[in-house]
């Protein structure tokens, strides 16, 4: 069964296939500096065929045909904000949808590429549904979806009277691009704070723990959260009524958000296309925080789980040292 693709044999045991390892974290924040790595850190997930430069083209589909204007969005009123809420759903549905048609239930890659070598749980008694599939979508579609229009249509409607400054391309060309190669990197610092405060005690027990039934992972799973984590995972996009953007950014800010979710959560490295490599998806690091939970709160865009001791680079040398970690926690 394993697909062990790590020469030194280092790769940490357990798993069905392992990446390349030792994981590594953006160049950005890398010493000493490293030019070149930096320009391929930024081709690889803005030039090529990658998550960031799919998710551009979304926004610009969805801010050109399925946007309202900000002189409709002044009033609050139900058609827009439907309109908005089925935009929403339709895109939730089609990737995180589209992704376990392909890999689990149709699985046409079979087990190539997919990290944990067990199936997603077809029952139990930690899922409000019987079954985890069932209890991932139900919490995507109905909280996940709601909390991400809510928060699209708050926006809208501060910046069409004036509560969020609006940016304009004309006016900014520079910042306004710069603004999208900046978006992830803002989201990767807010998702490290706030998924550490949701391992809080009491804030695990009564809303984060939701998302950890997930112990495998798929791509329903990403957005399958308690209400309360969802007003805190999408509060990111409030930074725009400080830094200005445009409705794009907007756009943008909250399908990478959203959809980057659920493509995180597959749980297959990336899609093959006639065994070639042909688009990076679930991230090893952050499949191994849903099983060994006290590792990876963030994401690899900023180092923050490297400066604070909870960097787990997929090694068995690194597992060890969290082993050691969670004997001097009592764990």
């Known amino acids: 069964m394993s697909e062990r693709t790590d020469p030194s044999g280092s790769a940490l045991k357990g798993w069905h296939h392992v990446p390349e390892v030792p994981i590594r974290v953006s160049p950005f924040f890398t010493l000493p500096p490293d030019p070149g790595r930096m320009l391929r850190w930024l081709a690889v997930r803005w030039l090529a065929l990658a998550e960031n430069s799919i998710l551009i083209g979304v926004a610009l589909v969805s801010w050109a045909w399925f946007q309202p204007s900000l002189e409709v969005a002044r009033t609050l009123a139900p058609g827009w904000i439907a309109g908005i809420w089925l935009r929403n759903f339709v895109l939730i549905a089609l990737v995180a949808g589209g992704l376990h048609l392909f890999f689990f239930t149709l699985r046409r890659q079979g087990d190539r590429l997919k990290f944990d070598p067990r199936e997603l749980a077809r ?9 985890q599939v069932r209890d991932n979508m139900f919490w995507t579609l109905t909280s996940g979806v709601g909390f991400w229009t809510a928060y699209e249509v708050l926006m809208f409607w501060a910046m069409a009277n004036g509560w969020a400054p609006v940016l304009a391309w004309s006016a900014h060309p520079l910042w306004f691009v710069a603004l999208f ?8 610092f ?5 998924h550490r405060a949701l391992h809080w005690g009491p804030l695990y027990r009564i809303a984060h723990s939701l998302h950890h039934r997930n112990v495998n992972v798929g791509p329903w799973s990403g957005l399958s959260m308690h209400p309360v984590e969802h007003l805190i995972f999408f509060s990111s996009i409030l930074i725009h009524f400080l830094i200005p953007a445009h409705p794009l950014h907007i756009l943008f800010h909250m399908q990478h958000q959203s959809l980057t979710a ?30 060994y939970f006290e590792v990876n709160y963030g994401n690899l865009e900023m180092p923050w789980d490297k400066w604070f001791g909870s960097f787990h680079d997929g090694t068995s040398e690194a597992h060890e040292r969290m082993k050691i970690r969670r004997q001097k926690l009592g764990r």
Do not use: C
């Not at 296309?273 to 998806?281: E, S, Y």
């Open 123 to 131: 029952s139990g008694r930690q899922f409000s549904f019987g079954g």
């Open 181 to 188: 190669l900046l978006t992830p990197v803002w989201i990767s």
């Open 190 to 194: 807010h998702f490290y704070w706030v």
């Open 262 to 291: 659920a493509t995180s959560h597959t749980g297959f490295e990336n899609l093959l296309v006639r065994d070639r490599k042909r688009l990076a998806l679930g991230t090893f690091h952050h499949q191994m925080h849903h099983r």
